[in-house]
Nanobody, 126 residues
Framework: QVQLVESGGGLVQAGGSLRLSCAASGRTFSSYNMGWFRQPPGKEREFVAAITWSGIKTHYTDSVKGRFTVSRDNAKNTVYLHMNSLKPGDTAVYYC???????????????????WGQGTQVTVSS
């Protein structure tokens, strides 16, 4: 089992940048594929980005391609989401998630992930 803790959220103006971190406990972090999801106010949770256990492969939802970058440091048990050129539409609670079962390599559905963090709020003002 793994516990996930997100940090790095906050209030930023449109066009600004933030880096979210997700620190994982446990010795098996490097074996998990990881994902980032977000839940905008009044909307359902949606996929943002995913990265394989090795960090070699990544996948993004179309709305963040070219602006967001997902990366990981297995030595630090941490996955990151670098967010640039932020827009008001990026306002949401951001969650990281761990996929232990590897049924799908870069899952885009929240049901494909086994463990979740508590979330961190990102607010982008216009």
């Amino acid at each position: 089992q793994v516990q996930l803790v997100e940090s790095g959220g906050g209030l930023v103006q449109a066009g600004g940048s933030l880096r979210l971190s997700c620190a994982a406990s446990g010795r098996t972090f490097s074996s998990y594929n990881m994902g980032w999801f977000r839940q905008p106010p009044g909307k359902e949770r949606e996929f943002v980005a995913a990265i394989t256990w090795s960090g070699i492969k990544t996948h993004y939802t179309d709305s963040v391609k070219g602006r967001f970058t997902v990366s990981r440091d297995n030595a630090k048990n941490t996955v990151y989401l670098h967010m640039n050129s932020l827009k008001p539409g990026d306002t949401a609670v951001y969650y990281c998630a761990a996929d232990q079962q590897h049924i799908v390599e870069l899952g885009t559905l929240w049901t494909q992930y086994d463990y979740w963090g508590q979330g961190t709020q990102v607010t982008v003002s216009s």
